[in-house]
């Protein structure tokens, strides 16, 4: 058994130095020719279910490591992020494509459902 543990921590140290040599002879070009080469071939394999799929796994990965602290925390930053690199009119052409998408995916009765809602709410006090 000893033997084989020798034999599997010798092969971990070739692949360590191996990949440090490898490292060290390759520029980033070398790395990002070799990464499009793989995503292309990996996209051309699978299917949009398979990306759905894996990316459901990870969703829940990362939510089941993180509270939500975390996620707020990310989330201001991108909004200030964003809000720094877009303006006023970058927020109305993006609101007026939103509630054109939701005028046309919800009918009259929708609308005034929402609007007693709100109003007896408001009556109610809640908000103010």
Not at 41 to 70: R, V
Not at 76 to 91: L, P, Q
């Amino acid at each position: 058994m000893a033997e084989k543990d020798n034999e599997k921590m010798s092969r971990e140290e070739a692949g360590r130095k191996g990949g440090e040599a490898t490292s060290n002879n390759h520029g980033d070009d070398f790395y990002e020719k070799n990464g499009e080469k793989g995503g292309e071939a990996t996209s051309e394999s699978h299917d949009k279910d398979f990306y759905e799929k894996n990316g459901k796994k990870g969703g829940e990965a990362t939510s089941n490591n993180h509270g939500d602290d975390f996620y707020e925390k990310n989330g201001e930053k991108g909004g200030e992020a964003t809000s720094e690199s877009h303006d006023k009119d970058f927020y109305e052409k993006n609101g007026k494509k939103g509630g054109e998408a939701t005028a046309k995916s919800h009918d009259k009765d929708y609308y005034e459902k929402i609007g007693k809602k709100g109003g007896k709410a408001n009556s109610d006090g809640d908000n103010n």
